[in-house]
């Protein structure tokens, strides 16, 4: 009985083991996974940054505040799609928040996928007047 | 007999645990070397591009965008003064290979940098996507001389698995550049 007891408890050991050798490896995997969406949704942030500093006045930045935009990584035969929100506020020189306008503004592009529950990136750039 | 068979079970289920563990750091090693080597590259392209047009006239900046019927960019040339010479920088896209795996077919390319005619450097043989395309100011893909924006999206591929099970992964880089030459 004992014997049998042991010879159970070390193949539960070794199942425990290889489940969490199993478990370890998934979640690496996933990060990699993750990290690949993290940089199509950075390009695609950036392009938005870039397009707004292109085209709209410093004057008129909150034009764009709490905008949202479908976008696609569409390269070969991939087409990914994250949404892009967008987030104006004044800063200070140190990109602290303010509560009152300053000369330099903050705009902020989040992107999301429907993979995954929480913000891919968030790309931040000071505009100042 | 008892403890002969557990003893083979937890040996078998050890000796696999390990095996995997083996074949997945491998492929991790090679997934981050695949990674690094496209981050590398999309280093030296992002430094390059920003200097479009440094040093020369406005109709010296990017004078070349050409594509295959698969959207990739098969030449992209600009021109740029290092401080001393004026130089023709052009970015060639050539064939390397035909892929197949179990699900799909695909070419992989090599972007051969050429300074005034001259090969001076080049990517990685496995790119699956190569495209650096000029933009206008809405964000359109557009001619050489509309340009204001300029965007890089590439995607490198690795092989994981053995031969006779073997897919593909892929790594991504993609960027927009604004480079201030062409403002002018």
Do not use: C
Not at chain 1, 69 to 93: C, I, K
Not at chain 2, 87 to 105: H, R
């Amino acid at each position: 009985m004992p014997q049998s007891l042991q010879a159970f408890l070390a193949m539960m050991l070794a199942t425990m083991a290889a489940l969490s050798q199993f478990r370890a490896q998934a979640t690496t995997y996933e990060g990699m996974v993750r990290s690949e969406y993290e940089i199509m949704a950075n390009a695609l942030s950036i392009e938005q940054i870039e397009l707004i500093d292109l085209n709209t006045s410093w004057a008129n930045l909150e034009s764009v505040d709490g905008d949202t935009l479908a976008v696609s990584w569409a390269v070969g035969s991939e087409n990914v799609s994250f949404q892009l929100v967008f987030a104006v506020q004044y800063v200070d020189e140190a990109g602290v928040p303010s509560g009152t306008p300053t000369n330099v503004k903050e705009v902020a592009v989040t992107a999301t996928n429907t993979k995954y529950s929480i913000p891919l990136v968030t790309h931040a750039r000071l505009f100042t007047q | 007999m008892s403890a002969l068979l557990v003893f083979t079970a937890v040996a078998l289920m050890v000796a696999v645990t390990q095996s995997r563990a083996t074949n997945d750091s491998i492929e991790q090693t090679i997934a981050y070397a695949s990674k690094k080597q496209l981050l590398d590259l999309g280093t030296t392209l992002e430094d390059e591009i920003k200097l479009i047009g440094e040093g020369m006239p406005s109709n010296q900046h990017i004078t070349a965008f050409t594509t295959n019927s698969d959207g990739q960019t098969t030449s992209f040339k600009f021109w740029r003064n290092d401080g001393v010479n004026d130089l023709e920088i052009e970015y060639k896209l050539v064939f390397v290979d035909s892929v197949t795996t179990k699900t799909e077919t695909f070419a992989t390319y090599r972007m051969d940098r050429y300074e005034n005619g001259v090969v001076v450097g080049a990517s990685p043989s496995s790119l699956r996507d190569f495209k650096v395309e000029p933009l206008n100011v809405a964000g359109n893909v557009t001619v050489p001389a509309a340009a204001r924006l300029v965007r890089v999206a590439i995607i490198n591929t690795y092989p994981l698995g053995d031969l006779d099970n073997m897919y593909i992964g892929q790594t991504h880089y993609g960027i927009t550049l604004h480079p201030s030459n062409l403002d002018s």
